[in-house]
Structures are given as C-alpha cells and as structure tokens.
C-alpha cells in the first residue's frame, strides 16, 4: 500500500522560532501533496495544496508567508512554520495522492505541533 | 457555498449495529469518501462512492444518493476498537476535498 510518513511526530519550541515539518511518499511518486490543520475535537482544516515544481495554493485565511511550503520532488514536501506562537500550537497532517483529478488521498501519520 | 453535515457524536453497544449519515452540499461532484480517525492519530481510508447504491467492504459499507446529497456508513457487529471519529468527505468538481466535522462514535460494552 501507499505508504506516507511525516518527520517529526511531535515537536515543542519556543515562540519566534520557525519550525520545519517534512512529508514523505515512500513508495509512490506524489503529484500533489495537501498539508492540513487540526485542532482538538475538530475537522481537518485545509491549508494549502502543492504540486511538484509549482507554488503552493494556500486557502482563503492561511498566511502564505507564515506557513512556507516547498514540494521539490515527487517525494517531498516540507511545511515551515516561521515565527511560530502558541496560536500555531496544533496538529499537522499531510497527505499525498500519486496523480492528479480522482485519487484517494493517502495521510501521514500528523505532526503535533506546541509552541511555549 | 459548499458544505458537509453529519452529526457530532453518537453511541452505540459493542456488537450492535450503527448508521452514521452525512450530507453534502458541493461545487460539482466526484465522489464521497468516508475516514476513520483515532485520537491524536491521522484519517485512515474506509470507502469511496462515486455511483449511487451500496458498497459492502466486511463489516463497514457506505452507501450513497447523488439525488439526495445523502451517504451513511454502516458498521456492523461494533468492536470497542471502532470508537474513533468518523470523517465524510465530498470532492467537488476541482477534486478538492470537501471536510465534515466528524462524527464521535462511542462504544459501549
């Protein structure tokens, strides 16, 4: 099966430091690559799509500037949280599918995230 | 605008069986999908309708009506590993997904 994992699991820092998160498609090549937000008891909020070798579509709300995406090859996608706050505090999944149009979405194990 | 409804939390008993129902609203269409969370862990796939009617997969099957907006998860013969948050979500016609809020199941022995 599509296997996608995310580095790290968990991270703590302090506020004002940028913090770095990477997803992975291990055995499949992923056109597009989605990076969401979830904060507790609610859905998935969409941040951002990204396709390799383009810009990132960031959703209505989410400052592009605050939250850097980069999908530089076909297996790699990296969030950055720059200047994070307590407010940033959250978990963070990325999922991957392998083309483009129909494909079922294939979710990495989440990121949480606390900022002090 | 574009929307999913299905209900916030529901109870059930281990071993009986249980109906959750979601409800779309969406720009285009191209199939509903339905996730399981755990706490603190990510969605994981349970199904995928494009064409009205059910599909059975072992003890979980989702059904689907285009007409209606309407698709419901059933899961049969409850395990208290079941207890999880159920997520529906519809794709539209940019084949984004479109997220419910999640349906808290809770098992009970």
């Known amino acids: 099966g599509a296997v996608v994992s995310q580095h790290p699991s968990w991270v703590i820092c302090k506020s004002g430091t940028s913090v770095k998160i990477e997803c992975r498609s291990l055995?499949?090549?992923?056109?597009?690559m989605f990076w969401y937000r979830q904060f507790p008891k609610q859905s998935l909020m969409l941040m951002a799509t990204s396709n390799e070798g383009s810009k990132a579509t960031y959703e209505q709300g989410v400052e592009k500037d605050k939250f850097l995406i980069n999908h530089a090859s076909l297996t790699l996608s990296t969030l950055t949280v720059t200047s994070a706050h307590p407010e940033d505090s959250s978990f963070y999944i990325c999922s991957a599918t392998p083309g483009q149009g129909y494909n079922e979405q294939f979710f990495g194990p989440g990121t949480r995230l606390t900022v002090l | 605008g574009q929307n999913i409804d299905q209900p916030t939390e529901m109870t059930a008993t281990e071993g009986a069986i249980v109906q959750i129902n979601c409800t779309y609203q969406?720009?285009?269409?191209?199939?509903l999908f339905w996730y399981q969370q755990h706490a603190g862990e990510a969605p994981t796939f349970l199904s995928y309708?494009?064409l009205d009617g059910l599909e059975e997969k072992g003890r979980f099957s989702s059904f689907l009506s285009r007409s209606k907006g309407y698709s419901y998860l059933l899961l049969k013969e409850l395990q208290m590993k079941d207890s999880a948050s159920y997520l529906c979500a519809a794709m539209d016609s940019n084949y984004q997904l479109i997220w419910g809020a999640g349906t808290k199941l809770i098992i009970k022995p």
């Open positions: 969406t720009s285009g269409f191209n199939g």
């Open positions: 309708n494009v």
């Open positions: 055995d499949f090549q992923a056109t597009t």
